[in-house]
């Protein structure tokens, strides 16, 4: 019986023995696996911070052109303004300039053409009566013969002239400015 013992003895020391090879075993395949969770950890945890700073990084760019586009929005308006008052200025002065040619050529067609016959005091119509009715002329005072005065002019009618242009006006001026700003050459006329 004594050998009996020993045997069984000996096969419970293998059958730990294979326990704890085996627990060893799972304990190495654990601190195998923990350490590849912990370098995945890792590598999410810096791809993580790579993502973070182009985050930053594009935000920061994003608020630059941001910036960047205000600043440039508020210069195209001011311009805008700029332009919108030199268009006003220059229609004032387009305005002003067809005027004043509308009323030159308005005045040429209303201006009589001189006729040295019809100025002569003979032509008029001797049928015509200009004398006073009686009645009137007790209340009028007598005028003297020195304030008489011919109607009918011996020299033609002046005509009005056309205001001279001058070749240096605002418009020319605002023109000039434009097309130096926009890079246009001056057409030659």
């Known amino acids: 019986m004594i050998i009996g013992r020993n045997t069984s003895t000996m096969e419970l020391a293998d059958m730990l ?15 195998e696996q923990v350490q590849t969770l912990r370098e995945a950890v890792e590598l999410q945890r810096l791809e993580l911070q790579q993502q973070k700073e182009l985050h930053e990084n594009t935000i920061s760019k994003l608020q630059m052109e941001q910036e960047s586009l205000q600043e440039l929005l ?31 050529a308005q005045c040429e067609e209303e201006s009589p053409s001189y006729n040295p016959l019809a100025a002569s005091h003979t032509s008029l119509d001797s049928s015509m009566n200009f004398s006073v009715p009686t009645g ?25 002239k056309q205001p001279l242009l001058q070749p240096n006006t605002r418009l020319d001026h605002e023109l000039r400015r434009l097309r130096e700003k926009l890079g246009v050459r001056p057409s030659k006329k």
């Open 74 to 104: 508020q210069q195209t308006q001011l311009e805008n303004q700029e332009l919108s008052a030199t268009v006003h200025l220059l229609n004032d002065e387009l305005n002003a300039k067809s005027l004043s040619t509308r009323l030159a």
């Open 136 to 160: 009137w002329d007790d209340t009028l005072p007598a005028v003297p013969q020195q304030y008489d005065y011919n109607f009918y002019p011996q020299s033609p009618p002046q005509k009005l």
């Open 17 to 31: 023995d294979a326990v704890r090879l085996n627990h060893a075993a799972a304990l190495d395949a654990l601190a």
